[in-house]
């Protein structure tokens, strides 16, 4: 059962709690695996079949065969266990995390050296901003 977490209403944020760690183990473990040659091969050579040998959801096996990492991370998955798919695949952490905020790797990078995103209205579900549900005022 899920406890009421309050930083659930900080904009775009999933924080690995263990609630989080429970639920993406067996995603988390399959990432692990990566970290072996003969294991990338097996996975490269046939990604479904590679991943259905895992205790993996569904909704998690879609995720990985898509490279949404936005959905990995909310099934469960952390981003440091994540990395080994997109090392696996030949993507920089940069190149990943460009991909997570729809951004090029140019764009990201380029953000990240002017200081990163603006904090005004992106703090707390309810503040105006284009991240934020409307106001209910």
């Not at 079949?49 to 898509?66: I, N």
């Not at 380029?110 to 995103?117: E, K, P, Q, S, T």
Request: aromatic residues 8%.
């Amino acid at each position: 059962m899920a406890l009421d977490k309050e930083f659930k209403e900080i904009p775009g944020t999933i924080v690995f709690d263990a609630e989080q760690s429970r639920r993406g183990y067996w995603l988390n473990q399959f990432c692990m695996s990566l970290m072996k040659a003969e294991n990338r091969a097996k996975f490269k050579a046939d990604e479904r079949a590679y991943l259905d040998g895992w205790k993996l959801t569904e909704e998690q096996k879609q995720a990985v065969l898509d490279r949404d990492l936005n959905r990995m991370m909310a099934l469960g998955g952390n981003i440091y266990f994540l990395s080994k798919i997109g090392a696996t695949d030949g993507k920089s952490f940069q190149q990943m995390a460009g991909s997570m905020t729809g951004m090029s790797e140019q764009e990201y990078r380029d953000m990240m050296i002017r200081g990163g995103r603006k904090i005004d209205g992106n703090r707390r579900i309810g503040e105006d901003g284009d991240a934020q549900r409307p106001r209910k005022d």
